[in-house]
C-alpha cells in the first residue's frame, strides 16, 4: 500500500507541475500570436537568437546569432539586479507598437563592428508560430506524456527512472523555449532545463538497455552526473540574480547539449554492435526510435551554435522532437525495458492513439489554416472539420497499433476454432496437454509454454497418488461452489514462467499454464491474457470430459473384477480375523498342557477361564458371526474380573511382570463379556510389545461426569507411523504384525456404543475407552435397580 500511495503521490505532482508550467508557456505563447515585433528575437542577455524564418527581417539584414543589441530606440539595455537586459528591448518594442510606429531603431554589437539598423514591425505570422511556439508545447506534452507512463509501468525502475528524468526535463527546456526569447516569465525554468537535459542524456545513453558496467559497478557517477547539471543550473540562476550574462554559460549548455545526444547515438551504435540475440533485438529498435532524432536534434543545434539560421532547425529538430517520445515509448514497451511486467491494456492504448491522431490533425489543420492569414481563433475554427479526415486516420492507426502491438486479435477466432476442433478429436488428459501447448506456440511468440496436468480423480475425488501423479501435483478441491470454472492469474514465482494461468472446473484445479517471457521481452496485453483465458476454458471442460471418460472406463473395469476379488476378500479377512481371536485361547491351553504334562495341579479358576475360552471359541466357529456383526449379549461383569481374565489369557506374554491395575472393587460394567475380553487382550497385548521388557502396562477405571473411562497404558515409546490410521485394518508397524488388533478393538468399541482415543501424556502411551453412564455401575444399589 505505501509503493501504491508514493506511486500515485509521484504521479500526481508531475501532472501538477506539468499544468502549471505547460499552461504558464501556452499562455505566454497565444499572447504572441500575430503580436507586432520587430522581425527578430531576441533572448534575455540581448542576443540575437537563431530562431526564427530566413524571411524575418532581422536576418535578411544580416543579423545573426551571437550578435548583441545595446541600444533600441535611445534605450540603452542594461543588466541590473533582478531585471533582464532584453527587457528595454521589450518595453521599447511594445511602445512603439502601442502607439503605431512602423519600426524601431536598433544598435547591434556584431563581429564586424557596432551596426545600426531599422527593423519594421510586423504580426507574428502563424507559420513561425506553430513551428517555434506551439508545436513545441504539442511536443512538451508528448515528452510529459511518456515520462507519466515510464513512472506509472515502473515507478522504482532505474531505467524508467533515468528515462522520465529526461522526458521530464527535455519538456520543460520545449515548454520554457519560446517563452525565453519573448514574453520571458519562465526563465529561471529555461535555465535549470537547459542545464540539466543533457545530464540526463547521458546518464539515459548509460542506462539502455541495461546499465554499462562503469554505472553497474559505480552508481555514484550517475548522480555526480547531476550533480553537475544542479551546479551549472545553480551558476545559471546566480548569474542572472546579479545582472551578470549568461552567454558563455550557455554557451558551456549548449556544447554539453550537442554531445550529450550525439553522445546517446554513438553509445548505442557500439552496443548494438556489440551485441547478439534477443539484446541486438531489442538494441535494433532502440537505435532506430532514438538515434536519428537524436542526431538531428543536436546538428541543429550545431547550425544554430554557428549562425546558421534555425530554420533548418525547425523544419527538422521539430518533426524530430515529436517523433522521440512516442518512438521511444513504443520500444520500450514492445521490450519492456522498464522491467514493469505490466498489463498492456488495448482499450487504453486505442484512447490513446485515438487522442494523438484527432490532436495531430487539428494541429496540422489550424497551422495550415494560420499560414493561410487566419486569426487564431478563425484556424481553430477551419479545424474543426479535421475531425472527418482524423477519424479516417484513426481508422487506420488503430488497425495498424493492432497489428503491431496486439496480434492475438487478429489470431482469436482461427485459435480458438482450431482448439476446438483439436479438442473433440482427443480424449486423453496428456493429448489435452499437448494440444494446448501446440496452439499457444503457433499465435504467441514466447520462450516457452508448458501446459503442467494436475492428476485428478474427475469423480469421487480420489487421491492424485492412484494415478501415479507425483506429490507436488496433486490438486486438492478448492471451496468453490458446484458448477463455477475459474481461471486465474497466478504470480509466476520461482519458476521461469512469465505468466502462470490456472484451469479449473467445479472447484477442482486442473492444470496451470504457464507462458514463458514474450521473445524480446515484450509486454503481454490484454488481449494476450483474454485469449489464454479462453483457451484455458476449453482446456478446462476438455479435461474434465477426459478425466470423466477416465474415470468411468476405470470403474467398468473395476466393476468386471469386483465379484471375484469381494469374495476372496471376505474369505481373507474371515480368516485373518479368525486367526487373530483364537491365538490367546491358544496359546492359554498350550500354557495349561504344558504344566499337567509336568504333573503341576490347576486350581479352580483356570479350569473356569478354560471352560469360558471353550464356549467362546465355539460360538465363534459354529456362527462366524463376526462377518455378521452379530448383536450383542450384554451382561454385568466386574471390571476386576474383566482385567483378571484378560492377564490369565497373557499369562506367557507378561512372564514376571504383572498389570498394574486401579480399578475400584465394585465397579461393574455392561458389555459383551467375549468382545470386551478381546479388547482389553488386544490394547495390553500391544502395550507388552510397545514397553519392552523393561516397561510396564497397565489398566486405570475412574468415573467421569457422563460415565467412566477405562485406560489402557503403557511406557513405551509411543504410536510410530501415521497416528491417524492406527485403526484402520492391515495397517501395523511391527515387522511381524497383521494389521488387524486395534481395527477389530476399534470395531468391538464402536459396536458398544462406546468411543476409544490414543493419547500420549506424561511419558506413556494411552488408549482411553469412554462409556457412557448407562453401561456404569459401582454399587449394589445401582446393581439392584
Avoid at 475 to 492: F, L, N
Avoid at 515 to 524: E, N, P, Q, S, T
Avoid at 706 to 712: D, F, K, R
Wanted: glycine content about 8%; aromatic content about 8%; some cysteine.
Amino acid at each position: 500500500m505505501p509503493a501504491i500511495e508514493n506511486r500515485r503521490w509521484l504521479l500526481a505532482v508531475v501532472v501538477l507541475a506539468a499544468l502549471v508550467l505547460g499552461g504558464s508557456g501556452m499562455r505566454s505563447a497565444l499572447s504572441w500570436y500575430e503580436r507586432p515585433f520587430p522581425g527578430v528575437l531576441i533572448d534575455p542577455d540581448g542576443v540575437v537568437s537563431s530562431v526564427g524564418l530566413p524571411s524575418w527581417e532581422g536576418f535578411q539584414k544580416g543579423l545573426r546569432y551571437p550578435d548583441r543589441v545595446v541600444e533600441v530606440d535611445g534605450w540603452r539595455l542594461e543588466s541590473t539586479s533582478g531585471r533582464y537586459r532584453a527587457s528595454a528591448w521589450d518595453a521599447a518594442v511594445e511602445r512603439a507598437a502601442r502607439e503605431g510606429q512602423r519600426s524601431v531603431r536598433a544598435r547591434v554589437e556584431t563581429a564586424e563592428g557596432p551596426r545600426d539598423v531599422e527593423l519594421s514591425l510586423v504580426p507574428f505570422d502563424a507559420l513561425a508560430w506553430w513551428f517555434y511556439a506551439g508545436g513545441l508545447m504539442v511536443v512538451a506534452s508528448l515528452y510529459v506524456g511518456a515520462a507519466l507512463i515510464a513512472l506509472s509501468a515502473s515507478p522504482h525502475g532505474k531505467l524508467a527512472r533515468a528515462f522520465a528524468s529526461a522526458a521530464l526535463f527535455a519538456a520543460l527546456f520545449q515548454f520554457a523555449l519560446f517563452d525565453y526569447h519573448s514574453s520571458r516569465h519562465l526563465v529561471p525554468f529555461f535555465h535549470v532545463a537547459y542545464a540539466l537535459v543533457p545530464m540526463s542524456f547521458f546518464t539515459l545513453a548509460l542506462r539502455l538497455p541495461d546499465d554499462v558496467p562503469l554505472i553497474a559497478r559505480y552508481p555514484v557517477f550517475a548522480r555526480i552526473a547531476h550533480g553537475l547539471g544542479g551546479l551549472l543550473a545553480a551558476a545559471l540562476l546566480a548569474s542572472h540574480a546579479m545582472g551578470w550574462t549568461t552567454v558563455g554559460l550557455r554557451s558551456v549548455c549548449a556544447i554539453l547539449f550537442v554531445a550529450s545526444f550525439f553522445f546517446l547515438a554513438t553509445t548505442l551504435i557500439l552496443r548494438f554492435a556489440a551485441a547478439e540475440g534477443d539484446r541486438r533485438r531489442t538494441l535494433r529498435a532502440l537505435l532506430l526510435a532514438m538515434a536519428p532524432p537524436h542526431v538531428v536534434i543536436a546538428l541543429g543545434f550545431m547550425l544554430a551554435m554557428l549562425g546558421a539560421s534555425a530554420s533548418t532547425l525547425a523544419w527538422f529538430a521539430i518533426p524530430a522532437l515529436a517523433l522521440t517520445p512516442v518512438s521511444s515509448v513504443v520500444a520500450f514497451i514492445r521490450y519492456d525495458l522498464w522491467g514493469s511486467r505490466a498489463l498492456l491494456s488495448r482499450p487504453l492504448t486505442r484512447a490513446i492513439i485515438a487522442g494523438m491522431m484527432v490532436a495531430l490533425t487539428v494541429i496540422l489543420c489550424s497551422a495550415c489554416a494560420g499560414y493561410a492569414g487566419l486569426p487564431l481563433l478563425g484556424a481553430i475554427k477551419v479545424a474543426a472539420p479535421a475531425a472527418v479526415v482524423s477519424a479516417a486516420l484513426v481508422v487506420f492507426a488503430l488497425g495498424a497499433g493492432d497489428r503491431k502491438l496486439f496480434p492475438a486479435r487478429a489470431e482469436y477466432k482461427p485459435t480458438v476454432e482450431q482448439l476446438s476442433e483439436e479438442l473433440t478429436l482427443v480424449a486423453d488428459p496428456d493429448e489435452v496437454a499437448f494440444a494446448v501447448e501446440r496452439t499457444v506456440a503457433r499465435w504467441l511468440c514466447c520462450e516457452s509454454v508448458t501446459f503442467r496436468r494436475i492428476a485428478v480423480d474427475a469423480v469421487d475425488g480420489a487421491s492424485a497418488a492412484q494415478s501415479g501423479a507425483p506429490a507436488e501435483e496433486q490438486a486438492p478441491r478448492t471451496d468453490e461452489s458446484s458448477g463455477e470454472r475459474v481461471i486465474e492469474v497466478e504470480p509466476p514465482g520461482e519458476s521461469a514462467s512469465e505468466l502462470s494461468l490456472t484451469v479449473m472446473f467445479r472447484g477442482r484445479l486442473l492444470g496451470v499454464l504457464e507462458v514463458g517471457k514474450k521473445r524480446g521481452g515484450a509486454l503481454f496485453t490484454s488481449e494476450d491474457l483474454d485469449l489464454l483465458r479462453t483457451i484455458g476454458n476449453q482446456a478446462a471442460l476438455a479435461l474434465a470430459h477426459a478425466h470423466s471418460y477416465a474415470e468411468l472406463e476405470r470403474r467398468r473395469r473395476e466393476q468386471a473384477a469386483a465379484w471375484r476379488d469381494e469374495r476372496a476378500a471376505l474369505i481373507e479377512t474371515l480368516a485373518a480375523e479368525i486367526t487373530h481371536e483364537v491365538r490367546y485361547p491358544i496359546n492359554f491351553f498350550r500354557s495349561v498342557f504344558t504344566r499337567g504334562s509336568k504333573n503341576q495341579s490347576l486350581d479352580a479358576e483356570e479350569v473356569d477361564i478354560g471352560c469360558e475360552e471353550v464356549e467362546r471359541l465355539e460360538r465363534l466357529v459354529m456362527g462366524l458371526r463376526r462377518v455378521t456383526h452379530r448383536k450383542l449379549e450384554r451382561r454385568r461383569l466386574a471390571v476386576e474380573e474383566l482385567v483378571s481374565r484378560a492377564e490369565m489369557l497373557l499369562r506367557d506374554q507378561l512372564g514376571k511382570r504383572r498389570i498394574e491395575a486401579r480399578v475400584s472393587a465394585g465397579s461393574k460394567l455392561r458389555c459383551d463379556p467375549d468382545q470386551a475380553t478381546q479388547v482389553l487382550v488386544n490394547l495390553l497385548s500391544n502395550g507388552l510389545d510397545a514397553a519392552g521388557d523393561k516397561g510396564t502396562i497397565g489398566v486405570t477405571w475412574g468415573p467421569t461426569e457422563n460415565g467412566a473411562e477405562l485406560v489402557v497404558w503403557d511406557t513405551g515409546p509411543g504410536i510410530s507411523g501415521d497416528a491417524s490410521r492406527i485403526f484402520a485394518p492391515w495397517y501395523t508397524t511391527k515387522p511381524r504384525g497383521t494389521g488387524l488388533g486395534l481395527a477389530i478393538t476399534h470395531r468391538i468399541v464402536r459396536a458398544h456404543g462406546w468411543l476409544i482415543e490414543p493419547e500420549r501424556r506424561e511419558g506413556t502411551t494411552r488408549f482411553v475407552i469412554t462409556i457412557p453412564a448407562a453401561d456404569v455401575s459401582t454399587t449394589a444399589e445401582e446393581e439392584v435397580a
